[in-house]
């Protein structure tokens, strides 16, 4: 009995780092929901993403991994001025 929990516990510890991770916060581009130092607990690959939550991008243009807020969803209208769309978004 007591050599079983032991091991239940080492098996729920490995469950929960494979589901979860922690990471530190850097910089002030999510200031004031975030502050510089915090640490923060994500869900690797839920199952859905929606908008207004926080994410971890890892991209191979960025040194290192970004936390941002999904702003927009597929279907989502996206403001412009004048009828202008802004040049990072257009295509060409």
Known sequence: MFVALPAV???SI???RSRFHVVSVFGLSMYPYLNA???VIIERRPDRCGR???VLIV???WPG???KR???VGGDRFPCDAGVVPQAMSSS
């Open 9 to 11: 516990c080492v098996v």
């Open 14 to 16: 490995l469950l929960l």
């Open 37 to 39: 130092g915090d640490r």
């Open 52 to 54: 207004g939550d926080v």
């Open 59 to 61: 991209s191979p243009g």
């Open 65 to 67: 991994q970004v936390i």
């Open 70 to 72: 999904i702003a927009a």
